[in-house]
């Protein structure tokens, strides 16, 4: 008996040395990938989390070498980043690094400790794996892994590989292999898929792409896994295809009403004997592929109405989809968004069983998810548009534990952005705010944040961000973006760029010269920056592109006083504003459509294919999709990107301005009054000039073979030099005497603000 108890501890002993060995393993494999040859200056060691339960680590020095702690992969990743941050003044951002290392790494002279706030970090939405992941490699999902590490991120979204799942559920459920294709949306549009939204668009989808993504998706669970992330994984509602409703007719399957111009998605309702033998089928697939590890998103009646709206019936439907992933999994967690949440759905469920992502940190302060544990969240991006903007001294006022101080129930943090690769500063210090457990100097951190970004310290630098906080990262900037007149579909007066917020900048724009000023001032000593030259890049396009919104007014006054002097002077010069701005952008890799479509083609292994993924990824940033081409939500992704605006955006004005000239010299009238709109701006058909602008649109997005060569061409420094100093001359026509914020006075803006 002695013999097998100690045969046991020692089997047990062993498994947990491997365990540990494995967690440190891939903490150094991380630090080798990130800062090749640097790894041998590091000691890593596992300690016990922290007496509350969180995530715990350790910077310290030992015998020449500088020691990480942590509990996990996680907690010694973040020490990682913390070191290179704070003692290194070196940075990882999206838009390259800043990582000029000395020979010898310099040793912290005390040791620090400090705790991660909350169980769950949880990063990704359902959107930002099409909007900016759609087209990704496995060498771009291995920096984003990475990053995701040394950011504290421990619960990502996966859903990559996930076509695979249902084309297998299906063919079990009496569909052929085309049918089975026919059903899945392109990869542009799966994540609508994905959220109940739609079926098919951008399809059908090739077995090759279902064949690669097995792959892909396997290596970017078993990384995850790796570093001690727990991924939550697709689940069951009810989501089938509208087929189904044919091929079952005796189930309870009901077609939902038609969803921003798609014609309606079909519910297999909760209720029903069939769904738990498809649920259950759904779920095994996904364990044969990809294994399953306690985390299921669901969201039953997302974005829609529910066939039954009364308490007992959607009680019901919680039970139901509880009972599956319970039966399935008895450990398992069921992941809900608080989007369209239902309450009597909620408490259909034990309280130890759901966690609940507060995506844009409002929701909990009406009902606080009556004791539900939940995530508070940052939903600080729609559509992957790429404005500046974001709220800097809210992320700085540590949402998260002031969360804790009125609500005990609060988990975890979350960013729930639509797509990412934009604003870094902004998710910079939205993933470092866990580490804190108060609230930050937002203008100390800033500056600290401007010398480890651009490798030296630079007083021009830190004003320039001063600026910049005053300016487009100030109070009430986030969730929605404000519009972009380069982006905007012509109009005499644009009220949108896409079903979003309108025009009006809620800064002085003057802030973005003296900012620009600052940086390009300092170019001598920060040229060496990878990431200064993207910044002096970005600050540059949104100037130029809110001096746009002064120059178009100017133009459409001159075209109502039938001033045509006046007028082609204006309209001259904003057509030529926005082939400045593209010419600009094509310094940088990250502001490029020609890369995007370049990255969607090399998923197809023929011509038809890579015109297929063309298509869908230019369908998804221009008129977004609907049925038969006629769209509800066009430009709702618009994108500030080279290729684009000399593609697309600067011929849609074109055409405009060459109308309006035929106008004004024929004394025929064009008005805008009265036109059909949709979502607060003129609908895609509303007259005879958008009748035949939108054919062009479609015909833009149904054309291969738009892409540029080189993709990526000229000096940001020189050319951003060049733009500001022609558009500082210029501005002096347009900005005139005091220029302050705009007011701005809206409805709604179709999207929810976080607060």
Same mark, same amino acid.
């Given at each position: ?48 989390? +922290? ?5 715990? @680590? ?15 992969t ?16 070196? &940075? ?87 049918? +089975? ?9 799966? /994540? ?20 690669? &993504? ?16 727990t991924?939550i ?13 044919d ?32 649920g ?12 399953? @590890? ?20 959607l &009680? ?36 130890d ?26 939903? &600080? ?235 869908? /990824? ?35 004005w074109?055409m ?5 000239e ?20 003129e +609908?895609?058909d ?39 100093e ?5 501005a ?5 005497g ?13 999207e929810?603000?976080?607060?």
């Open positions: 008996m002695w013999r097998f108890i100690i045969w046991v501890w020692m089997i047990l002993f062993l498994f947990s040395s491997c365990k540990r060995e494995q967690a440190i393993e891939a903490a150094y494999d991380l630090i080798e990938r990130v800062t090749p040859g640097y790894s041998e200056w590091y000691q890593l060691e596992l300690i016990p989390p +922290a007496e509350s339960g969180e995530d715990v @680590y350790e910077i310290d020095a030992h015998d020449g070498k500088v020691v990480l702690r942590g509990n996990n996680i907690a010694l990743a973040t020490a990682f980043n913390q070191y290179l941050k704070y003692y290194c003044q070196a &940075h990882v951002s999206w838009f390259g690094n800043q990582l000029d290392l000395p020979d010898s790494l310099p040793l912290p002279e005390k040791s620090v400790r400090n705790t991660i706030n909350g169980k769950y970090r949880v990063y990704m939405n359902y959107c930002t794996l099409s909007y900016s992941a759609a087209w990704w490699d496995w060498e771009r999902w291995e920096k984003e892994l990475d990053y995701m590490a040394m950011n504290s991120i421990n619960t990502p979204l996966s859903t990559v590989g996930l076509e695979a799942v249902w084309y297998n559920t299906l063919l079990k459920f009496n569909f052929t292999d085309e049918e +089975a294709r026919r059903f899945l949306a392109g990869p542009g549009h799966s /994540a609508w898929q994905w959220m109940q939204n739609l079926q098919n668009y951008g399809g059908p989808l090739p077995k090759s792409w279902i064949e690669k &993504h097995i792959e892909l998706g396997k290596k970017i669970i078993s990384r995850q896994l790796e570093l001690g992330m991924p994984q697709q689940g069951f509602s009810g989501y089938v295809p509208r087929e189904m409703k091929k079952y007719p005796e189930a309870q399957i009901r077609l939902q009403p038609s969803w921003c111009g798609f014609e309606g998605v079909a519910q297999l309702d909760p209720t029903d004997s069939l769904f738990m033998k498809f259950r089928t759904f779920l095994e697939e996904e364990k044969q592929l990809f294994g399953t @590890y306690g985390l299921y998103a669901a969201d039953p009646f997302h974005e829609s109405r529910p066939p039954v709206d009364t308490p007992d019936y &009680h019901a439907v919680g039970e139901n989809i509880h009972r599956l992933f319970e039966s399935f999994d008895p450990d398992s967690k069921w992941i809900m968004q608080a989007w369209s949440l239902r309450e009597s759905i909620v408490k259909a469920v034990p309280q069983k759901l966690v609940i992502l507060d995506l844009n940190g409002n929701r909990h302060k009406v009902d606080g998810f009556w004791g539900y544990p939940f995530v508070i969240g940052n939903l &600080h991006n729609f559509g992957g548009r790429i404005n500046l903007h974001g709220d800097m001294r809210l992320l700085a006022s540590n949402q998260y534990m002031v969360a804790k101080q009125n609500f005990p129930n609060v988990c975890g943090s979350g960013l729930f952005m639509e797509a990412i690769e934009q604003n870094p500063v902004y998710y910079d210090l939205a993933f470092e705010m866990p580490l804190h457990r108060d609230s930050i100097n937002i203008e100390e951190w800033l500056s600290l944040y401007a010398e480890r970004r651009y490798g030296c310290k630079s007083d021009l630098a830190e004003q320039a961000w001063k600026y910049l906080l005053e300016g487009p990262y100030r109070e009430g900037t986030n969730g929605t973006e404000r519009s972009s007149i380069i982006a905007a579909r012509p109009a005499l007066d644009v009220k949108k760029s896409g079903p979003n917020a309108g025009l009006g900048i809620p800064y002085s724009p003057l802030l973005l010269f003296k900012a620009e000023g600052l940086l390009l001032e300092d170019a001598g000593r920060l040229k060496k920056s990878v990431p200064y030259r993207f910044d002096i890049v970005d600050v540059q396009r949104q100037l130029m592109s809110n001096l746009g919104q002064a120059i178009h007014r100017k133009a459409a006054e001159a075209f109502k006083c039938k001033d045509l002097q006046s007028f082609r002077l204006h309209s001259s010069r904003f057509m030529e504003l926005l082939h400045d701005v593209d010419t600009l952008l094509r310094t940088r890799s990250e502001f490029n459509f020609d890369r995007w479509i370049s990255d969607a083609r090399s998923w197809g292994d023929t011509e038809a294919e890579k015109n297929l993924y063309e298509k869908d /990824a230019t369908a998804l940033v221009t008129i977004w999709g609907g049925e038969n081409d006629i769209p509800l939500i066009f430009d709702y992704s618009w994108r500030e990107w080279a290729g684009l605006i000399d593609g697309y955006y600067l011929n849609r074109r405009f301005y060459s109308m309006l035929e106008c004004l010299k024929d004394g025929r009238e064009y008005r805008e009054e009265g036109l059909c709109m949709t979502h607060g701006r +609908a895609f509303a007259n005879d000039f958008y009748k035949t602008l939108g054919k062009w649109e479609v015909k833009f997005v149904n054309t291969p073979g738009k892409m540029r060569v080189p993709m990526v061409c000229g000096d940001e420094i020189e050319l951003a030099t060049y733009m500001y022609k558009y500082s001359a210029l002096s026509e347009y900005y005139v005091e220029v302050g914020a705009d007011i701005i006075m809206e409805d709604n803006n179709y929810n603000f976080g607060g």
